[in-house]
């Protein structure tokens, strides 16, 4: 079993930053994970934002490419989504989500089995 919580979210003007933190926990033994976020407005389906693997690896949906940066700390324990040049388009519930395997998994909801209970991101013009 795995429990995600995600902290940072708050409200930001445009061309702000804002740095999203989730804290994972681990029942027994750590296999290798991936880790990624996910964001979603009311609405709209739940969509991919970044990945990384235990080895370090990151994946970013085209729209966050070069302005947000995935990283974690030496434990792997939490993960970071640093959010820079906030824009009103990236308003949005984002969620930390985590999937056992030692590989990047697909930015795809469907692929994830744990998730946070997620932290609202608020971006005004």
């Known amino acids: 079993q795995v429990q995600l919580v995600e902290s940072g979210g708050g409200s930001v003007q445009a061309g702000g930053s804002l740095r999203l933190s989730c804290a994972a926990s681990?029942?027994?033994?750590?296999?290798?994970?991936?880790m990624g976020w996910f964001r979603q407005v009311a609405g709209k389906e739940r969509e991919g934002v970044a990945a990384?693997?235990?080895?370090?690896?990151?994946s970013y949906a085209d729209s966050v490419k070069g302005r947000f940066t995935i990283s974690q700390d030496s434990t792997k324990t939490i993960v970071y989504l640093q959010m820079n040049s906030l824009n009103p388009e990236d308003t949005a519930m984002y969620y930390c989500?985590?999937?056992?395997?030692?590989?990047?998994?697909?930015?795809?909801?469907?692929?994830?089995?744990?998730w946070g209970q997620g932290t609202q991101v608020t971006v005004s013009s």
């Open positions: 989500a985590a999937q056992a395997g030692g590989v990047i998994i697909p930015l795809q909801p469907s692929a994830y089995t744990y």
């Open positions: 681990y029942s027994g033994y750590r296999r290798r994970f991936c």
């Open positions: 990384i693997d235990d080895d370090g690896d990151t």
